[in-house]
C-alpha cells in the first residue's frame, strides 16, 4: 500500500515548458465566452427592431402620399369638370336670344325651308351639350324656378299658378341659368271665404239628412 506524503497536494499535468499558472486564466476565459455571445444576440436585436421602426415610418409615409397624390387627382378632374360646366353654361347663355327667336318663329308658323333645318339643327347641339327647357301653363308658381312679370287673380285657381309663359326657363342639370318669366294668377279675394263657407254648409246638410230618424 503506498503512503501519500504529508503536505504535498497532486497537481495537474503541465505541459513541459508551461507555466503551471496560465490553466487558470484559461479557465476562465472558456467561462466568459457565452456572455458575449449573449450580448452579440441582443445587439442584432435591437438593430432589427430599428429596422422594422424605419421601415414602418417609411410604409407610413408612402401612403401618406399616395392619398394625398388621389386626393390631388380627384380635386383636379372636379375642378376640370367645374371648369367645363362654367364653359358650357356660359356659351349656352349667349345662345338663349337665338334659342327665343327660334321658339318666336315657331309659334307664328315662319320656321319654313332651310331656316327650319338650322333651327332644329341648333336646337339638337344645345340639348346634346345638357340644355332642358322648362316652364308650363297651369304648374304652380315657385320663386325659384319662375319670375313673375304679369300679375291677375282668376277665380278658378287655388294657388299661385302660371297661366301663362312669356319666355321660357333654361336649365343645365341642376343648375338653373334663366328662370321662366312667366304671368301669374292668384286665387279671387274673398273667393276661398265663399268656397269654405259653402263647403260647411253642403256639409251641415249632409249630416242632416243622413242622420238616424227619431221614432
Known amino acids: 500500500m503506498t503512503e ?15 507555466n503551471p499558472d496560465d490553466a487558470e486564466p484559461k479557465a476562465a476565459s472558456e467561462k466568459g465566452a457565452a456572455p458575449a455571445g449573449d450580448a452579440s444576440d441582443a445587439g442584432l436585436v435591437a438593430q432589427l427592431d430599428q429596422v422594422r421602426t424605419a421601415l414602418g415610418e417609411r410604409t407610413a409615409d408612402l401612403q401618406r402620399l399616395q392619398a394625398e397624390y388621389q386626393n390631388y ?87 299661385t299658378t302660371c297661366v301663362a309663359i312669356l319666355q321660357p326657363g333654361y336649365r343645365i342639370g341642376e343648375r338653373t341659368i334663366r328662370p321662366a318669366r312667366v304671368a301669374v294668377a292668384e286665387p279671387q279675394p274673398g273667393a276661398q271665404t265663399v268656397k269654405a263657407e259653402e263647403a260647411e254648409e253642403s256639409a251641415a246638410d249632409d249630416k242632416e239628412n243622413g242622420g238616424p230618424e227619431e221614432g
Open 4 to 18: 501519500e506524503t504529508p503536505g504535498f497536494e497532486e497537481k495537474p499535468d503541465v505541459p513541459s515548458g508551461a
Open 73 to 159: 387627382r380627384r380635386r383636379v378632374e372636379r375642378d376640370r369638370v367645374a371648369v367645363k360646366e362654367v364653359a358650357i353654361a356660359n356659351l349656352l347663355t349667349e345662345l338663349l336670344p337665338v334659342l327665343d327667336d327660334i321658339g318666336r318663329a315657331r309659334e307664328h308658323g315662319e320656321l319654313l325651308g332651310g331656316f327650319k333645318s338650322v333651327a332644329e339643327s341648333l336646337e339638337t347641339v344645345a340639348a346634346k351639350m345638357g340644355l332642358m327647357q322648362f316652364g308650363k301653363e297651369g304648374e304652380p308658381f315657385d320663386p325659384t324656378i319662375h319670375e313673375a312679370l304679369m300679375h291677375s287673380y282668376a277665380p278658378d285657381v287655388t294657388e
